[in-house]
């Protein structure tokens, strides 16, 4: 296979299988712990790496993500004791996990093909040249690890759609169906560890934090249905990836480096432009809240009993120019009319004050 | 210890009361995780400022320019993290992930760019950005630690009421006059300094445990903030400095993950032993209480055993009083121990110290019943599960008062009589 | 706390909210709210749960923006009169496993009174002590606040407050999860305060305890219903406006014990 296409490939595997698991961490607030996964999966990773001398084999991959789930529990445990508070809880238990690894790497450095820098932002470029041979042809390891790792996680989550939904949107709700909590939890972390495993020898430790969370995060900016934001992230998350290949290209550095930042400028466009959750949109509808505001503010003053521009003004405190703008902008709308200097409310204009404050 | 050596130990042990003092309050403040964040931030900072003084033509390598370039972007970051939780529906935990993950991203693409180039040997300096590389460190780069640490932990002295308050209670601290927002900005700018100084000699990756590990160590052994500063300044020297020497004993040993194995081994030993949290005490007085209340237990089980067949405290097979809950055969050998039963080949009776004993528990236990029904007015059939717990933890004194506040009440809910003395 | 009791402040109001209003995001928690509350009375705010009582404690403080309006303290702006306010938060908003002793939370209270950069003096610790006297917590002040009751708590607040020897007192619900004793110990507490002429307006839930404990009382919901002595505003008719159709069955029962109440009084 060509191999700009097979890394292409083995980006947008990556991309899709952190994306899909990643949706749930972003709506149920648990990022952190998919940064805490993919830092401490990394002794799991050294010793598999050091017995196997390969880190992409499906059965090391499991293996290693035991490690993962090992985190999450060391994590809730060390939580519960009442000790730390949960957020230092995280920041303790990976560091020294992820210190344990590198310690490891350094240890073996040179005996094994593995070093400090592939822990962290991986080696892509290499996947072309890792090949097994599958149905006769001859083809790149990670891709077909991956591709399966993103297979295996479409359906698990197409499996358990439903439970999976009620469980990050309805906790109690889940419980009272039977659902275990705990055994959600453990499933979707189990599933980020493996993946996390995965994506080790392309993408490196840190890197798939990117994967799993920022196109995820851009889709929830973009809807607010599950299905849909499902969609958008592995849609986006594989199209940066591309994105940060070419980028890589023209730069000359890292692709996985690369494809973080195209999805951290897919983020920022999201930011800017989302249509309901963007700055703009929300700059734009704060404006015209303030506005909605001040208009409701007069009304309510000539629902008291009518008043004239310097009455207004006196009263409210608001600059001449600003008051008189409103009177105008309200005797247009018909929510209020003048007679000689007097300015008093009409029916539409109470209705308006009642829509205003009462949202 | 060769002057090599003792440079080395002196910078990270800096770095570690800077980091240590420091991360007190981002701990308590419930922000652990922002030290990560913002190392990683740092990271496309330093490759900026190389590049930035490679094209102007100073020397890309000076630590103060590197320094400052960390410093733009970890606040960029700190700004990017304000400005998606401020602005959009996302949560502060997706925030830090997107910018840890990203600045990181952006830095690695600049890193390699920039090792692909043919920008001269200097290149390499920058990969000691990543894990740290504490070997490296010249006494003039532990001066400038020392300098800016200096300045971190004056300004810790200066502000130290203003960080109490707007950590503890950052509502009441604006109402007497505190700018939270802008003791907020100091604050982070502090936590950014520290681990821009830290980058050198554990890296970004491993910068939040410097943060957060010796803190949370400390806040075991101590119940005043102004102590705990000082206790995870501490840890977080002793770390550093026991983390460079541990490294310098053999070859291949990074300092950078020995430094943070270091201070998650003193995190382990205070939360096991510190005299007022450690749960190695806990897990002691848990057993201990389990072995009073197998024993108390046993006593009761006699007790109603001699009721149930109104023949008293006659010697009973030991069989049977372990049946009636499927008690442990140790629970007899405890009793024993402590004097309370007396064991007679396979049959078991109260001594007097464990009769007036199996009299108290088993008043205790049908006051509080009496109480929850009278007063609380519980079903009867939830009464006996919550006295089978609370008779054990209630002391005598508040059973007193409680027997006194329902009239010194001759029977229970269930109609049996409350033992009064040792006379039943 | 000052040697002899103090005169009432001159001032005869002690708040006015000039056609305040204040929004979170797009959604309005006051609107167009025109009060004075005169100084001298031991005030409660009432109203429905997201009525914005305690909105309207803090826009008092300048601890929120301001959409429209204005707030004077004792006829000034809040940042010229601060020195004559205490504000007791609510007890949840803060983490009780803080590393601080009682002591140390009370003493907080004289940290805007002397100067931040210097360390508080004997005098600062005597006034300290005594407010811990006057809400009984003196034999506490040793103790870690992490074990302390609910209502120690609150009575550590409320020490904090007394710390700061102001003319006012804001206070966001002072009675809630505190136990009977507490209750009555912090009302005898706030009458001795309003009968030494300091102004005590507290957010409060509890309708049934209104007319016994409070002099004065403003009744919100988003909008002003009505303030006023107890005896004028706290009246069926305006709690039913105040509350709609969300009297929940303690506040209708409440309101039947109130209307009994008038029924009887005007016999």
């Keep these: 296979m060509n191999p700009q296409l097979t890394i292409v490939l083995v980006g947008a595997c990556a991309a899709v299988a952190c994306a899909l698991p990643g949706t749930f961490l972003v709506l149920r607030g648990m990022s952190l712990l998919g940064d805490a996964i993919s830092h401490a999966v990394l002794p799991g990773i050294v010793i598999a790496f050091l017995i196997t001398n390969s880190a992409s084999t499906l059965p090391v991959v499991i293996g290693a993500s035991m490690l993962g789930l090992l985190t999450v529990f060391l994590i809730e445990a060390l939580h519960r004791t009442g000790r730390v508070k949960e957020d230092t809880s995280i920041a303790v238990v990976f560091p020294a996990l992820f210190a344990l690894g ?72 889940a419980a009272a169906l039977g659902l275990s909590p705990v055994l959600v939890h453990y499933l979707l972390m189990g599933t980020v560890s493996v993946t996390t495993v995965a994506c080790f020898e392309s993408i490196g430790a840190i890197l798939v934090v990117a994967f799993l969370i920022v196109p995820a995060a851009t889709a929830h900016l973009l809807t607010d249905r599950l299905g849909v934001m499902l969609g958008l992230a592995c849609t986006i998350g594989a199209v940066s990836s591309t994105g940060g290949y070419y980028l890589a290209r023209a730069l000359d550095g890292s692709i996985a480096g690369c494809m973080a930042a195209t999805m951290g400028a897919a983020f920022g466009v999201a930011w800017l432009l989302a249509p309901r959750e963007g700055i703009v949109a929300r700059a734009l509808r704060s404006r015209r809240r303030k506005e909605q505001f001040a208009r409701a503010l007069v009304l309510e003053r000539l629902g008291r009993s009518q008043a004239s521009h310097g009455e207004l003004v006196a009263g409210l405190r608001w600059p001449e120019d600003r008051v008189r703008e409103i009177l105008a902008a309200l005797t247009t709308a018909e929510l209020a009319r003048t007679d000689g200097d007097a300015f008093s409310i009409t029916p539409a204009g109470h209705d308006f004050v009642q829509q205003v404050v009462g949202s | ?23 007190c309050f981002t701990v308590l403040k419930r922000q652990s995780l922002l030290g990560d964040a913002l190392a990683h931030a740092a990271l496309p900072g330093v490759c900026l400022a190389f590049l930035f003084g490679s094209a102007v033509g100073i020397d890309p390598r000076h630590p103060l320019l590197l320094l400052g370039g960390a410093l733009l972007t970890a606040w960029l970051g700190t700004l990017v993290i304000l400005g998606i939780t401020r602005t959009t529906r996302l949560k502060q935990d997706a925030a830090l992930g997107i910018v840890l993950s990203v600045f990181f991203g952006v830095g ?16 390499a300096g920058l990969d ?36 109490q308050l707007i950590v503890f209670d950052p509502v009441y601290a604006g109402s007497i006059g505190v700018r939270v927002r802008l003791i907020e900005v100091v604050l982070t700018s502090l936590v950014v300094v ?30 005043r903030l102004s ?37 998650t081994a003193l995190l382990l030993v205070s939360l096991l032993l510190s005299p007022r949290r450690g749960l190695l005490w806990a897990a002691v007085r848990r057993a201990r209480n389990r072995r009073r209340i197998r024993a108390e237990n046993l006593l009761k089980d006699l007790w109603r055993l001699g009721e149930h067949d109104g023949r008293g405290d006659v010697a009973r097979a030991v069989t049977d009083v372990l049946a009636v809950r499927a008690a442990p055969r140790r629970a007899i050998d405890e009793a024993r121990a402590a004097g309370l039963v007396r064991v007679d080949g396979s049959m078991i009776r109260l001594t007097p110290d464990g009769k007036k004993r199996a009299a108290e528990v088993v008043r205790n236990h049908r006051i509080w019943e009496l109480y929850l029904s009278r007063r609380l007015e519980l079903a009867d059939d939830h009464l006996h599960r919550d006295a089978e717990d609370m008779e054990h933890a209630l002391d005598t004194a508040v059973l007193d008062e409680i027997d006194a506040a329902l009239g010194y009440p001759s029977h229970d809910p269930h109609g049996r009589p409350i033992p009064r003395g040792t006379t039943a | 706390m000052r040697a002899s009791p103090a005169p009432a402040p001159p001032e005869a109001t002690a708040l006015e909210f000039h056609d305040l209003t204040v929004a979170y995001h797009t959604k309005p928690v006051l609107w167009d709210v025109d009060l004075s509350v005169p100084s001298g009375h031991l005030v409660a705010v009432v109203g429905p749960n997201g009525a914005g009582k305690s909105t309207l404690l803090k826009s008092a403080l300048g601890l929120v923006p301001l959409s429209s309006g204005y707030v004077r303290v004792f006829g000034q702006a809040y940042d010229d009169v601060r020195t004559r306010v205490a504000y007791v938060p609510q007890r949840e908003s ?78 966001d619900e002072p009675f809630a999860g505190v136990d009977a004793v507490t209750e009555r110990a912090i009302i005898a507490l706030l009458r001795e305060l309003r009968d030494r002429g300091r102004t005590v307006v507290c957010v409060h839930h509890d309708l049934q305890t209104v007319r016994e404990y409070f002099d004065w009382v403003v009744l919100l919901n988003m909008r002003l219903v009505a303030a006023g002595p107890v005896d004028e505003a706290f009246l069926t008719e305006k709690l039913q406006a105040t509350y709609g159709g969300r009297l929940g069955i303690l506040e209708t029962a409440a309101t039947q014990l109130l209307t009994e109440r008038q029924g009887r009084s005007t016999k």
């Design chain 1, 102 to 173: 590198v310690l490891l790497v350094a240890r073996y450095t040179g005996q094994k093909d593995l070093d400090q820098e592939c822990v962290l932002y991986g080696e892509i470029a290499f996947a072309p040249d890792n090949t097994i041979v599958l149905l006769g042809h001859e083809i790149s390891q990670p891709l077909v690890v991956l591709a399966g790792v993103a297979v295996l996680n479409l359906v698990l989550i197409l499996a358990l759609f439903k439970e999976l939904k009620i469980a990050t949107f309805d906790a109690p709700l």
């Design chain 2, 108 to 123: 690695i693409a600049l890193l390699t760019a920039i090792q692909h180039t043919n920008l001269g040997a200097s290149q």
């Design chain 2, 1 to 23: 210890m060769d002057f090599t050596l003792l440079t080395v130990m002196a910078g990270a042990g800096t770095l570690g009361i800077v980091a240590g003092a420091l991360g």
């Design chain 2, 227 to 263: 102590t705990m500063v000082v206790v995870a300044g501490i840890f977080g020297g002793a770390a550093g400095a026991l983390g460079a020497w541990t490294s310098s004993l053999a070859s291949r040993l990074p300092t950078g993950p020995i430094i943070v194995l270091w201070a």
């Design chain 2, 194 to 223: 520290a681990v821009v100084v830290g980058l050198q000699t554990v890296g970004v990756v491993l910068m939040a445990a410097m943060v957060v590990t010796p803190a949370a160590a400390a806040r075991q052994w101590t119940h």
């Design chain 2, 128 to 163: 000691k950005y990543l894990f740290g590389q504490a070997a490296s460190l010249l006494p003039h780069d532990v001066w400038l630690m020392a300098g800016l640490g200096s300045l971190v932990l004056g300004t810790i002295v200066v502000l130290f009421r203003h960080f």
């Design chain 3, 94 to 171: 803060v983490d009780w496993d803080f590393p601080a002793s009682v002591f140390d939370v009370v003493l907080m209270g004289r940290y805007g009174r002397r100067g931040w950069f210097r360390r508080p003096d004997a005098g600062d610790r005597r006034t300290a002590r005594e407010a811990l006297e006057r809400v009984g917590m003196a034999e506490y002040a040793d103790r870690q606040i992490s074990r302390l009751s609910g209502g120690q708590q609150q009575r550590t607040f409320l020490a904090r407050a007394l710390a700061q020897d102001a003319d006012l007192y804001m206070m």
